[in-house]
């Protein structure tokens, strides 16, 4: 456990945040396919510029369906998620949600879990005035292997540090450093390679266990804030 508090927590959103993947969510059709790809990426088989394309060109997602999975997103936030991310708030902790996914969905899990717009990065997708799949943000770094470490290092400026990044697959990894620390969650599924190459492993389905690592073992003082941080460590003693 890290012996010092943090200033920043960047989460990614498909898989820790949410228990779902975005694009698998769209696929229909094409589901074991693009899941096939979006997990090779993940484990940092091939790399993810090799993917990303590939796979909206497969999906071709609507306006409509680029709602709903916002929408869905919501729903299936991980355990805890909401809770934790209220209590990083509460303690002064710059919070931050950094994905490869679609940003018109991420925006509205960021605003329902209490951030703001700002907060967020991920890729934007681009529709026909009827609402049709018209591309995405060939420009993004999110879309390309590294990305993350990109836009890491444009928001370090920003940021109090230090800074942990929360997050499940390779993407994550790859910006550790510029990230003081990483943290594997494994609490969706597990990926023995970004596991192995974590600071900190939560496995647990509950972000619980976050907050009690980025404010370095100290109980905070507010009482919801409290309620979480003895969970979370409850959970990462069992």
């Known amino acids: 456990m890290p012996a010092n508090r943090f200033g920043s927590v960047i989460f990614d959103c498909d898989s820790t945040l949410s228990a779902i993947e975005g694009i698998d969510e769209l696929a229909h059709g094409h589901r074991e396919e693009i899941a096939r790809l979006t997990e090779a990426a993940m ?3 091939i790399p993810l510029e090799d993917v ?3 796979r909206l060109e497969l999906v071709r997602p609507t306006r409509d369906q680029v709602e709903a999975l916002g929408e869905r997103y919501i729903r299936t936030l991980v355990t805890d998620a909401r809770e934790t991310i209220a209590a990083l708030v ?3 902790i710059e919070v931050r949600v950094m994905s490869g996914g679609i940003r018109q969905a991420v925006v509205p899990l960021a605003i329902a879990l209490g951030l703001t717009e700002r907060a967020v990065a991920a890729v934007d997708v681009h529709f026909s005035a009827d609402g049709e799949y018209a591309g995405f943000d060939r420009t993004s770094p999110l879309a390309r292997s590294g990305g993350k470490r990109t836009v890491l290092e444009r928001w370090l400026p920003q940021l109090p540090r230090p ?3 929360v997050g499940d697959g390779v993407t994550d990894l790859e910006a ?3 990230a003081d620390r990483f943290v594997a969650f494994a609490g969706v599924v ?3 390679a970004v596991i192995d190459a974590a600071d900190d492993v939560v496995r647990t389905p509950s ?3 976050v907050l009690v690592l980025a404010l370095g073992g100290i109980a905070p003082r507010d009482p919801q804030a409290r309620e979480v941080f003895e969970l979370g460590r ?3 003693r069992s």
């Open 163 to 165: 800074v942990m990044l």
């Open 190 to 192: 597990e990926r023995p």
């Open 176 to 178: 550790r450093p510029p």
């Open 43 to 45: 484990r940092g088989e």
């Open 207 to 209: 972000l619980a266990p």
């Open 90 to 92: 509460a303690e002064g």
């Open 234 to 236: 409850s959970l990462l």
């Open 52 to 54: 990303y394309g590939r």
